[in-house]
Every structure is written in structure tokens, then in C-alpha cells.
């Protein structure tokens, strides 16, 4: 009886996570065995899953709520087979989404977000409570619908709506503590003197040290978070709603960086008249944040342990030594170039402010019996404000400025809308069951305006939001003001889906779409797509099983386009003040035009082919299914250098090339249970994904060197030789051994004699910071009141680079393991080279493996039904999130997530945040 219970609970559950769906539909979703069939958003609609031809995962609030992150994208880490989450625990920053591999250098890379029909580039402001689901659309031919935009994938969220008679009040709140999940071990002192010297071959410092700084602990402290949730809902026979409000606060591990989020959420939906409803979804957001430089992490590696925090004098210590070999305000010589980061935390005072607001209406009308018409507006406006004051004065050993400080000011807005109207005709004729969708959609995204202003000598002043600027305008540096480019894309899309007899299945879709980003000629993009389904398990053969419960075979194909081109290649760009002669006059200033443009630049192109299999057994107790997909990005767009003879001096973009992305993906579930008092689940997902830049079209492309270090050195490189890699591989020079001194030699590739710095054409490929394989695991179980949960998220194949590491110039620290084990004339078996103060160059010595298994989550909850006649249920949790990691790479954390750009500083340990463990005490009420 029970079970039924659960079962009917299930049912009701499904009714409101498919707002569009009817009485009738939602009926249907029960077979004759009143088993509950999965439905999932689909674009514009939703659809049965056993009816779905397209490879799409579902992660339900449940799932993401557990893990007490401050972004929802982080918590489904490891919980969806090909979506690789490269997440950071920086408040407020975005984690990387690549959904089936990296198809794109240049262009945009983040898949689409779709948050109740709204189209936003992330869900940092979307309070993880407020979620009911996600659908993640992974293939071409579930993407088509969106065309343009779902080039990279498209994650649908689900917010809440009103459930129930009466009114429903929910509360969830939590508090947690935060700190490093892994510490770089530093050399102390005494080991950095020894180290020192031994690399200047005199000795400089003394090996009886009075100071000894842990640099990492006097910038950083244990971390604080908490947030509190309430919500409240209910439902009429016309009218839901839902009205949530939560506060989010951080005080992050780095010294004087907090973070406060208030989101506010309404989603109403209002039955006017008999087959005419109007839902209206609004939220706000607001953000205050007192960010610090990031560069105060490397500062704290690099920093010398022998310098102290302050001097007895009171100033701040400096790397000088003296003539005893300590280090001193008045010492005899500078020994290396690194700042004091506590000094540099103190000295940036920065604030930032900011507000979101998004919402939309829809309006559904059944015009007849199985044809409704929808439309919708959805638009969003942000408005973002900081400020920067830079109050550094002079340091004891270095010149001074010619400012006493810098103010630097930003206002940053804008405002997006889309359109959408479509026709949805759904109908059941004997063995068919046909359902028609047919629209039009504008979308404009007006770009964002900025103004920028730094000024100099500004008074101190406790507020800098409220220095006025007219009583400075001759101590302004610079002024810049930009007004955003303004995207405009109109759209037509239709589809149709079609079962008979309840086991073949076909789907087709088609969307034209029209970008402003293009000249004319170029600006429509046609973007087809198909999907074929057999449900094997209704066949006569199979319909009577006991054991098989689903079978089904599925594939399509489709075909998508990217319009994100790099704003800053744009033909508009131009050069200026570019002098000439004119009249006499020899420096006649003007305009030209400096970059090259393709007049034939259009959409990047990517085709999809993919099949799988859906399966369900044993009473539907054991569930999965295996995908196979070929991915092929065409026209891939990336600079070209410019002919000599043209007269132009900049790149510009044309299609040169190609990307392939080859992939299968498997995912296994087991709901089982041992009596009505426990039930237990355990599930896991795995992806592999090979990612090729497959050809280059023009070998005149314009090299992108990236990976930076800051010392004239960089880790990666796209040009012709990068043909048979994946995106983002390092280009390194090979270690071979070492010579009689101890210093590294260099593999001769090419057999020029040439080696090390001496010869770049030596440097090869090493691999990417993309894994080629992700894997999550989860287990759980329900005993009485008691629930537990766990689950964990690993990568294979990935390298990421020690950055850090690599930037040693002179006098900075160096690791434990390097002062410990270093060659020297007793020691030439060491791991490391012998000390030295030369620029290091680039080389796999610190390229490390990026591969680790990560216990994301463990939690614990003890609930307690009806403890009071008003109060429905009390949960009571405890989680531990991030509390074990399994890792290769000796440095802090080896998801390193810059701003996902390939050829940035993503897998680059340079300035990077580490990763946090956190304990969490949380309570959840039901009123």
C-alpha cells in the first residue's frame, strides 16, 4: 500500500515539473502498471522520456540541493555522462560547462541556459533551492530547436512553481566552515637560505634564520558561509504561485573577501478563463562583493619565508637583506622582485555592486481541442558598479610613485529581450500519436555600455562610493566610454514528433535563424535535424517480458551554427590616430581601417551523429543507457595574418579549420530495497571524448599563444603545427636529462644541434587540460528517518601546468620537495635540477597529470514527520562537501578554471583560487 502511495506522490510530482503539460498528459505518464514515465523539457515543450528520440539527462532538485554550493552549475558536477564541470570556489565566479567536448577556439564556449524560457549565459543568480530540475539537451538533434545558441549544449532549469491546496512554507538554512582541501608545503627558512645560496654559489643568507613567515597562512583564514531560504506556495483551481526569498553570505578563505547574495523569486501562473492561462516569472538579484587580487596567492608561494609580515619599525617587510644575512628595512640589496601580499590585500580597497533583474510572461490559449498557441517575453537588465582604490604607498627599497593613490571607477548595464510565438498541436488517431510545433522568436541583446575612470591623488575617504568626480577632472588618467554592440537574431523553427503504436518513433526539427553579426548574404544560417526511436520492449516478443521493463534504440542527426565571433575582430574595429601627409602638412592624424575582414564570415558549423540505447530491468529497479555521438565543427573561426602587400597591419577572422569530437557515454542506476523500512540507490556515469583539431584550412593562421607566466614565457600554441591536437594542448620543450652541472637538457626534435631556448621549433605537444574522461559515482540510502548520501567526481587525461612553479627568477621560495631534493655533486639521481637563478624555461619539468577522484559530497539528514500539528516535517543534516581528493598534481587544486578560454590560463596554476573542504549544519522546515 505504501508503495502505491509513492507511486501517486511520484505522479502528482511530474504534474508540476511540466508546467506545460495537461491534466490528460500528465494522466498518460502512468502506464497500466501505474509505473511513472519520466517527462523531459524538450524546447519549447516537453515530452514522455520513453517517447524521446534524443540523448537528454535529468538531474532533479533533490540531486542538487544536497551539495551546499553557492552556483547550482557546481553541484552537478559528476552527476550527467559528457558534461564536464571545471568548477572554482571563488564566490561569485562561473564554472565551465563543456557538454561533448570543445568545439571552438575563439568563439563562445558556454552552453545555452534556458531558466523557464528565458535565454541567460549562466545561473550564478539563481538560488539553488528555487530549482526543481535540470534537463541537459546533449545531442544535435534534441539542440536543433534552438539553433544558434546550441552549438556548445543547452541546459534547461526548471524553477518552482505552487503545489498543493492551502499554503505551503518552506525554510532551509545553513551555516559551514571552509578551508583549503590542499596546501602547497613551502621550504622554511633555513632550507630557502641553503637553497639560495647554493644557486648563487656564495653565501648570502644565513642559515640560523630569525623568521620564518608562512605566507599562505597570513593571508588566508578559515572561511565562512551561510544561507537561509524561505519559500511560500500554494494553488487554487486558478491560480499557483510561488514566492521565495534567500540570502547567501561568504567570508572566503582570502583575507578581507566577502561575498553577500539576495535573490528574490515569484513565479505565478493564473487561469483567466477556461483554456487561457498567463504565468509570470520575475526574479532579482543582488550582489556585494569586496573581491582582493587572486596574484596575492602566487605573491604568498613565491615570497621568501626570511622576510617578516612587519618590521619592529612597523613598516611592512620587504625582501632586503643585511650584512648578518637576515632580512632588514635598511638592509644592502633587494634579492628578489616579489611583493608583501598582505600589504597588497591591504592596500586594495575594492568594492562591486550589482542587480539582475529577469522575468517574463507567457500567455498559453487552447484555440481548439488539441491546438494551443503560446507566447512569451522574457527579458533581463543588469546593472553592475565598482570601484578600485589603490592606496600603496612608497615601500622601503623602491622608487616612489608619482601618485599618492588611484581611484578607478566602472558602471557596466545592459538589457536583453526575446519574443517568442508558437503553435503546439497535439492528437491521438488510433495507433498514431502526432504532436506539431511551429514558431517564430526574436532576440536582441543590446550589448553592454561601460563607463571606466581612474583618477589619481584622491582624498581618503571611508565611502569612495561617494567621491564626487567633478572636483577631480585634472587628476583624471583615463576615460573610456563604450557602447556595446547591439546582436539581433530573428528565428523560425518548427517540429514535429511522431509515434506509432507506441514503439516507433520519429522526430524532425528545423530552425532558419538570422544574426546581425554577419554582412549581408551571410546572415542566415538553415539548421535541420532528425531522430529515429524503437521501442523494442512493446514489441510482441519482448511486451509480456519479466525481465526487460524498456528497451530502446534511438539516434539522429543534426546540424548546428555559432555566432559568438570575438567582438574585438569585428570590421568596425579600427585604427586610429594613424598620421599622414595631407596639404603640407605632415602629421595629419586620422582613421583606417587596420584589421583584415573575410566579407564571407558566417556561422561555425557543427554536425552531430549519435545513436544509443535506453534500457530498464528487473522492475525497473536497474536503469541506464550507452550513447555513441561523432561531432564535427566546420568553419572554425581564427585569425589570419594579413598579406604583406595589403597594407594592413592586424588579423583578422576567416574559417580555417576544424574540429572533431568522437564520444560514448554511459550511465547505470539501482533503486533497490530490503524491507519497507530500507531503501538504497546506487548509480554512477562515464564519458570518454577524443577532441581533435582535424585540419587548418589557411597556413598563414594568425599563432594564438597562450598559458602565459608573466616572464616571457607561454605554455600553449595554435597554429599549423597544432593539426592532430586537441584544443588547448601545451607546447613545451622536452626534458632529456641533465648535464654535468645538474641543469636540464632539451630533447633535440628536429637534430639541428639546437636545443633549450636556443631553438622554439623543439618545443612538441603534451596534451590538454581537457580530460578525455570524466566519471561520477552516488550511493544512498533511507533508513526510517535517517537518509545518507555520497557522491564523487573524477577525470582521466587531463595535464595541467605548475604555473607557479615555473615563475622562479631570482631569490623567490621555492617547494619543500625541491629544497629537499635537488642535484648536486653527492645527490645526481635528484628529482630537480640544481639551484639556479635563470628564468626557467617552458618545459613538461612542470607539466603535471590533472587526473583525481574527488568526494564532492557526504550528508546526512535525520527527518521528522508531523512533530507538531502545524509544522509537517523537520530535517536536520550535516554535510561534508569536498572532503577527500585523490590527486596527481603537487600543486593546490588541479581543476583550474581561468575564464574556460583554451588558450588562456585554464589548467594553469598562476593566481588561482584553491579548492575548499566544507563542513555544513543545516535545518529544512515544512509548514
Known sequence: MKNKKLKFVS???????????????????????????????????????VDNTTSISTINSEEVNKTKVLNATQAIQGKAAGVTVVASDLPGSTPTVII?????????????YVVDGLFVDNINNINSNDILSYDILKDASALAIYGNRAANGVIIITTKTGRGKGIH????????????????????????????????????????????????KEITRTGMYSNNSISLSGASESAKYFLSLSNYEEKSILNGTDYNRTTVRTNNEFKIRKGIVVTQNFSVTFNHTTPKPLSAFTTAYKQSPIVPVFFPNGEYGVPIVGADGFASATGISQFNN??????????????????????GLKLDIDIIKHLKFTSQFSGEYSNFKSYIFDGQQRLIGQTASQYTNTLANNTQDYFNWTLTNYLTYAQKFGIHDIEATVGTEATVKDGINSLYMLRKNVINDPNYWDVSGTNYLDQILQLNSVNGNKNTTNSYFARAQYKLMNRYLLSATIRRDGSSQFSDGNKWGTFPAFGLGWVISEENFLKDSTFFNLLKLRGGWGKLGNQNIPTNYLPFATGVNYNYSFNNMPNSSGTTID????????????????????FEVLNRKFKGSVDVYNRETTNIILASIPISTSGISNSGLSHLGSVVNKGIEATLSYDGRVNENFTYNIGGNYSYNKNELTSLSDANVSPIRGGGLGNGQYTKLLDATAVGQPLGSFWLWEVAGKDANGNFTYVDTNGNGKTGADDATDRKFFGSYIPSSTYGINVGFKYKNIDFSANGYGTIGSKVYNGKKAQRFSGENIEYSVATDFWSSTNTGAANPAPSNTVPIASNYYLESGDFFRINNISVGYTLTKPVDYLKSVRLYVSAINPIIFQKFSGFSPELNADGNPYGNTGVELDAYPTLRSFVVGLNLQF
Open 595 to 614: 584589421k583584415i575582414f573575410d566579407p564571407n564570415l558566417s556561422w561555425e558549423i557543427t554536425e552531430e551523429t549519435s545513436a544509443g540505447v535506453d
Open 100 to 112: 561533448r567536448g570543445l568545439g571552438t577556439a575563439l568563439s563562445g564556449r558556454n552552453p545555452l
Open 338 to 359: 616579489v611583493g608583501n601580499p598582505v600589504a597588497q590585500l591591504a592596500f586594495n580597497d575594492e568594492k562591486q555592486k550589482s542587480y539582475l533583474m529577469q522575468g
Open 11 to 49: 505522479a502528482i510530482a511530474v504534474f508540476y515539473f511540466t508546467a506545460d503539460l495537461s491534466a490528460q498528459q500528465v494522466q498518460d505518464t502512468l502506464t497500466k502498471e501505474n509505473k511513472i514515465e519520466e517527462v523531459v523539457m524538450i524546447g519549447y515543450g516537453s515530452r514522455k522520456k
Open 169 to 216: 512554507v518552506e525554510y532551509d538554512g545553513y551555516v559551514g566552515v571552509r578551508m583549503p582541501l590542499k596546501e602547497v608545503k613551502m621550504a622554511g627558512s633555513n632550507l630557502f637560505s641553503y637553497y639560495t645560496n647554493t644557486a648563487l654559489g656564495a653565501t648570502k643568507f644565513s642559515q640560523d634564520q630569525p623568521v620564518n613567515t608562512d605566507w599562505f
